[in-house]
C-alpha cells in the first residue's frame, strides 16, 4: 500500500507529540496493584466515552498484570494485543508511533523495515510502553478495539490520569 504525500506529512506532524507523550508519561514506579488501578480506569474511561468493545492488557516484564475484555470483543482482539505488546517492548516506543513514524516516509510494512512478522507484531496504535523514570521500557499498556488513534488516546488519557493522582498523594 503506497501512501499519499499528504497521508505522509500528517504522520511525520505527529511524530513530535508522540515522542513528547513518551517523555512525559512516566511512572516513578508501577506495582501489581498499580496495574489492577490503571487497568480499572481505562476500563472506566471507554466506558465514559461510550466504547464498547475493547480489550485491555498491561504487562511488564513478560507477565500479564491485567486483562479484561469488554463485551463485544473477540480473540481478535487478544490476537491485536499480543502483537502491539511484541511491537512495544521489542522497539521501546508506542505502536502508534512506529506505525506513524513507517507512514511518515511512506512505509506501511514492519517486515522490511524492521525484519519482524506481521503475524507477531502490529504497528497500529494503542500500545504504550510501561516506562519507570530512570530505568526505561519495563511492558505494555495496551488497548484494542478502537480506531488506532483512539486506542491511543485512551490509553494515553489513561496513564496520563494514573500518574496525575499518584504524584498528588502524600
Known sequence: MSLSQEQ????AALLPDLLAEEKELQ???????????L??????????WNKG???ISITRN???LFQHAMAGTSVDNENW????????????????????????????????????????YACHGGGFPLLIRNVGCVGAIVVSG?????DHALVVQGIREMIQSMESKP
Request: glycine share 6%.
Open 8 to 11: 505522509q506529512q500528517e504522520a
Open 27 to 37: 511512572f516513578s514506579r508501577f506495582t501489581n496493584d498499580d496495574a489492577l488501578t
Open 39 to 48: 487497568g480499572n480506569r481505562l476500563t472506566q474511561l471507554a466506558k465514559a
Open 53 to 55: 468493545g475493547v480489550t
Open 62 to 64: 513478560g507477565q500479564v
Open 81 to 120: 494485543m499480543r502483537r502491539k505488546t511484541n511491537t512495544v517492548v521489542r522497539l521501546q516506543h508506542s505502536s502508534y508511533y512506529i506505525g506513524r513514524s513507517l507512514a511518515a516516509k511512506g512505509e506501511t510494512d514492519m517486515e522490511r523495515s524492521y525484519k519482524v512478522s506481521m503475524v507477531d
Open 146 to 150: 478502537l480506531k488506532q488513534a483512539e
